[in-house]
């Protein structure tokens, strides 16, 4: 069985786009579009980790 741990689709950023709050910045990594899109509208979310090391 196969698993995908990464699908080619529109994906969530944290920021709010041009300082609406309705309007979050989107990801599309099948092109690497960037731009606004509505919070109603359904997309994924990836999780990332800073990578920063504390010694």
């Known amino acids: 069985m196969a698993t995908t ?9 944290s920021s709010v786009y041009n300082g609406n709050a309705n309007n979050r910045c989107k990801l599309r990594f099948s092109d690497g579009n ?22």
């Open 5 to 13: 741990s990464f699908i080619s689709s529109n994906y969530w950023s």
């Open 34 to 55: 960037f731009n606004a899109n509505n919070t109603n509208n359904n997309n994924y979310v990836r999780c990332v980790r800073d990578s920063l090391r504390i010694l």
